[in-house]
């Protein structure tokens, strides 16, 4: 089908990147987001407006496929009521828009949040339980997302969940990691078996391309690389190739715990620091992608070449990276969750 594709929340990290594909292979984009645009591309027509009143949005002739990346996301960071705010209402809005407009594809990104915090391997087919305000409203914008699937035949809906997406712009846990690391040490906060799944940003974009491309109608899947890397194995990996001269220490998990349970009494805001983001230090984010290895997906490279890739574009001071190789180990090979 022939038309535009819009994506909502196309001045984010990820949209950000998505953009820079979609303007690659020809596609006419417009975006749409509160924020102005991190980059400017010649022929996307950038709009600045809120995706929870899209009353006055219009776009001229038909439009193809809705990439919906508007989110309040950053955990801890917001009111509660700023969640269910954006995110279950820019779900609706987004959805009605689209029925309103004949629009028969969307791809809406999730979190593996939706999950709840737990040890134990998570796939597509564990039940979600969520138990931050971020992880219910995204669970609720599935949902939304799944009635405008339902309400017509022909309709395409894919529903991806992300792991920790790194890469050039992300600004978060991979950057904070880096920076560490850059400056020559890293504490593990009590623990190096914390299993983090994660995935490079440009992987996750072609991930949304296969899922595209199934005969599903609707899809959701986890986006994470398979191997389950645990904290020491990005730290390692980091290390060999980027912060050879990085110095490692070890804070015992009772001082972490403890920490968080101070914090939360004295108040994080009165020092700036939160309770939530020091017990995440020791919680794993185990999630496999159950739906896309079943279907014969592979990543294009893993986390040794996603981290080569996005040296050379950080802001952050590294040597050259190794020579990464663009392939994972066979699947045959890898440890397989046991669900």
């Not at 969520?130 to 529903?159: C, N, T």
């Not at 994470?224 to 220490?249: G, M, N, S, V």
């Not at 001082?255 to 994080?268: H, N, S």
């Amino acid at each position: 089908m022939e038309g535009s594709i819009v994506v909502f929340g196309g001045s984010g990290f990820v949209g950000t990147h998505l953009i820079r594909k979609l303007v690659a292979a020809g596609e006419r984009v417009i975006s749409l987001d509160l924020k102005r645009q991190r980059e400017t591309l010649a022929g996307v027509d950038y709009r600045i407006g809120d995706v929870r009143d899209l009353s006055g949005f219009t776009v001229d002739g038909p439009v193809k496929r809705i990439y919906n990346f508007a989110a309040v996301h950053t955990t801890p960071g917001h009111p509660f009521w700023e969640y269910y705010d954006t995110n279950i209402n820019g779900a609706i809005e987004v959805t009605r828009w689209a029925g309103a407009c004949g629009v028969g594809e969307i791809v809406f990104t999730s979190s593996i949040s939706v999950y709840g915090p737990s040890e134990e391997t998570k796939t597509e087919a564990t039940e979600p339980k969520p138990e931050s305000a971020y992880g219910y409203s995204k669970l609720m914008a599935e949902r939304i997302h799944r009635i405008w699937f339902d309400a017509q035949p022909a309709r395409k809906l894919v529903v991806v969940r992300p792991a920790v997406v790194f890469g050039h712009g992300e600004r978060g846990n991979f950057t904070r990691l880096a920076k560490l690391l850059n400056k020559g040490f890293f504490v593990y906060p009590g623990r190096k078996d914390t299993i983090k799944a994660c995935v490079y940003v440009e992987d996750l974009l072609d991930s949304m391309d296969f899922a595209l491309a199934q005969p599903d109608p609707a899809i959701t899947y986890n986006a994470a690389y398979p191997e389950r890397y645990t904290l020491e194995q990005i730290i390692e990996t980091f290390r060999a190739d980027h912060f050879p001269a990085a110095r490692l220490f070890m804070i015992p998990r009772i001082v972490v715990t403890g920490a968080a349970a101070i914090l939360g009494k004295i108040g994080a805001g009165n020092i700036g620091f939160h309770p939530e983001r020091v017990t995440k230090l020791v919680r794993s984010t185990d999630v496999y992608p159950g739906v896309l290895t079943a279907r014969g997906y592979r990543f294009p490279y893993n986390l040794k070449g996603g981290l080569a890739r996005w040296s050379p574009v950080t802001d952050i001071a590294v040597r050259p990276a190794a020579a990464a190789t663009p392939h994972v180990p066979a699947y045959g090979q890898q440890a397989r969750p046991g669900v």
